[in-house]
């Protein structure tokens, strides 16, 4: 156990710019930023046990167990000394966020903090759907999802699921909120003032 242990967890509406925040903060101050999705596809790739239990139901378009997504991690974090990461797209629901909250203790490296960016509605489906417009004058192919009906729904998805993380991490009081509205670099500066 260590006192440089760090562990971040970004919440925030698809759009948010979540990604682009999480990986300056990972690349500046010595955290991993972790994918779950990333970490079962090399698991899949390597043909490891935890592997083969997933890549079946990852090939026939399946959730992954909540048991197995905190294995998977379990096993990223086991060799890390200090625990410095960043989690972006995880956890999704109360259950992992319980699951995860237990691990963490385990390992001695608690959640250091939760920031929430927050974006209007509109601002965020206006960003997606020009992203998309981006794509295409780049001459490459928009992301399936980059259009305003897609948009709109994951939008709703996002409230529905995430307003419980919200309220867990809230009253655990790592949660605090972040105006996701400027310039990448003052949203930046606006976590960086949350972090401790």
Same mark, same amino acid.
């Given at each position: 156990?260590?006192?440089?242990?760090?562990?971040?967890?970004?919440?925030?509406?698809?759009?948010?710019?979540?990604?682009?925040?999480?990986?300056?903060?990972?690349? %500046?101050?010595?955290?991993?930023?972790?994918? /779950?999705?990333? !970490? @079962?596809?090399?698991?899949?790739?390597?043909?490891?046990?935890?592997?083969?239990?997933?890549?079946?139901?990852?090939?026939?378009?399946?959730?992954?167990?909540?048991?197995?997504?905190?294995?998977?991690?379990?096993?990223?974090?086991?060799?890390?000394?200090?625990?410095?990461?960043?989690?972006?797209?995880?956890?999704?629901?109360?259950?992992?966020?319980?699951?995860?909250?237990?691990?963490?203790?385990? @390992?001695?490296?608690?959640?250091?903090?939760?920031?929430?960016?927050?974006?209007?509605?509109?601002?965020? !489906?206006?960003? !997606?759907?020009?992203?998309?417009?981006?794509?295409?004058?780049?001459?490459?192919?928009?992301?399936?999802?980059?259009? &305003? %009906?897609?948009?709109?729904?994951?939008?709703?998805?996002?409230? &529905?699921?995430?307003?419980?993380? !919200?309220?867990?991490?809230?009253?655990?009081?790592?949660?605090?909120?972040?105006?996701?509205?400027? /310039?990448?670099? &003052?949203?930046? %500066?606006?976590? @960086?003032?949350?972090?401790?």
């Amino acid at each position: 156990m260590t006192h440089n242990n760090k562990v971040v967890i970004f919440l925030g509406p698809p759009g948010a710019g979540k990604g682009t925040q999480a990986a300056r903060l990972a690349q %500046e101050h010595q955290l991993v930023q972790l994918s /779950t999705g990333d !970490i @079962l596809r090399d698991h899949v790739a390597r043909g490891t046990e935890l592997g083969l239990k997933a890549g079946p139901l990852m090939e026939a378009g399946q959730l992954v167990p909540d048991d197995l997504l905190i294995a998977l991690i379990r096993d990223r974090l086991a060799d890390m000394e200090p625990v410095r990461v960043i989690f972006d797209g995880f956890p999704r629901t109360q259950a992992q966020a319980e699951a995860l909250d237990l691990l963490l203790e385990e @390992l001695g490296a608690p959640v250091s903090a939760v920031p929430l960016l927050e974006v209007p509605d509109q601002v965020l !489906i206006d960003r !997606i759907v020009e992203r998309g417009r981006q794509a295409v004058a780049e001459g490459r192919a928009p992301r399936a999802d980059d259009n &305003e %009906e897609t948009a709109r729904k994951r939008q709703l998805v996002y409230r &529905e699921q995430t307003q419980p993380l !919200i309220d867990h991490y809230a009253r655990r009081g790592h949660l605090y909120t972040v105006d996701g509205l400027g /310039t990448p670099d &003052e949203v930046y %500066e606006r976590i @960086l003032s949350g972090l401790h």
